[in-house]
């Protein structure tokens, strides 16, 4: 066993080892041609078709246009068993890259996003967890034979979200029946942090990155003149009075010794002139929390607070809540289960349990249906300082290419070693 902990791989483990390091030059390039064309989400036209021509090149059962863009590939092993499924999001940000001087690849693609010219970059690290599982498919092709069971590449659009008013991204995978035919028993997912160093997996049991929903808090008074505001009813004076109680539902109204939760509003807007008591008020704002219970719980605290404050001053105010992404929640028992495979993979010492994170993915919505266990996977380069890591979703993001082939083993030694020994 080395100094961090890895034991000496053999058999399935010794060839995936192999073919993991045979498959990282494609994997490198593939990411690198993904990030230099990148596709907002919906849009991953040109990516999904890179992907299912390569599926298919394998041999792999390929379907497309699979929740509009996505692609599925299918891959049944020589012997009969278990169906794993392993998930990648193909989808980039409308961000304006800052790389174009120091990355050959960099993006320099515009498009038009909402009405605004923007720029488009892969500024959350997708491009790379393509890549990596279609290195991983290659791997495991070259395993077929042996492998117990089935293995379902998804590859999903629009992670970072539809257009309003859309269903997208893996709930309308889900909708769409992505983990049916054939019926999918756990799946595995990962993702590359830019603050965390390369060879390091950080795992969570539970809840490890938060829900995410979005509400709307209308406030109706009565409009008045601004130098006779009694004769009317102030929304604008009650909407302050109703922002600065929501910031109690977390500090005082729930125990976030169960876990952590956030109330943010965002934005408020109401009136037109200094002069004028406008008729009503708006706020949006986001709710991010850990498990379940918590996040009903602050709905419901939310709506009271809000209604109780506005009939006190005499306004009435109308509460909507939209809830977006479920709380990414990995399953306990198949954590556990899969622990000592990531141990194998990247050494004890290189698998870190983790904090939860309250920003949200909707892989969630996968773990609502069938267990799943979510990764992160250290895309820092060795040394640096995580604090001045470039953050994802920015002009400025980074991550070093040497971490993704940890990945392509990580996530086919899951699905082998699942295949192999499944959870009762």
Known sequence: MSMNG????????????????????????????????????????????????????????????????????????????????????????????????????????????????????????????????????????????????????????????????????????????????????????????????????????????????????????????????WMGVDPVVTSAYIVTALQTIVSRQVDVTNAAAILTVGAINGGVRANIVPSQVEMIGTIRALDVPMQQLIHERLRKTATSIATGAGATAEVEIQEMTPVTYNHEALTAHMLPSLQRVAGTNQVKLTKPVTIAEDYAYFQQKIPGLYLFLGGMPKGADPAKAPSHHTPDFYIEESGLKLGVQALANLAVDYLNNPLE
Request: glycine letters at 12%; charged letters at 20%; aromatic letters at 4%.
């Open 6 to 229: 890895k034991a000496q791989p053999s058999g399935a483990a010794a060839q995936i080892d192999q073919l993991a390091e045979k498959v990282e030059p494609k994997v490198i390039q593939w990411r690198r041609d993904l990030h230099q064309n990148p596709e907002l989400g919906n849009f991953e036209v040109k990516t999904a078709e890179k992907i299912a021509k390569h599926l298919k090149s394998l041999g792999l059962e390929v379907k497309t246009g699979v929740a509009r863009t996505g692609v599925v590939g299918i891959l049944k092993g020589g012997q009969p068993g278990p169906v794993v499924a392993l998930r990648a999001d193909m989808d980039a940000l409308p961000v304006t890259e800052n790389n174009t001087h120091t990355l050959p690849f960099a993006s320099k693609v515009k498009t038009t996003f909402e009405g605004q010219q923007v720029g488009v970059m892969h500024a959350c690290g997708h491009d790379a967890h393509v890549a990596m599982l279609m290195g991983v498919a290659e791997v495991l092709s070259n395993l077929k034979k042996d492998l117990k069971g089935t293995v379902k590449f998804i590859f999903q659009p629009a992670e970072e979200g539809s257009a309003p008013g859309q269903v997208g991204g893996a709930k309308l995978m889900v909708q769409e029946g992505v983990l049916e035919s054939p019926k999918v028993d756990a799946i595995f997912g990962l993702h590359i942090r830019s603050d965390v160093e390369v060879g390091t997996i950080t795992y969570r049991p539970q809840g490890m990155m938060a829900s995410s929903d979005n509400f709307k808090i209308t406030v109706k008074g009565q409009q008045a003149h601004g130098g006779t505001p």
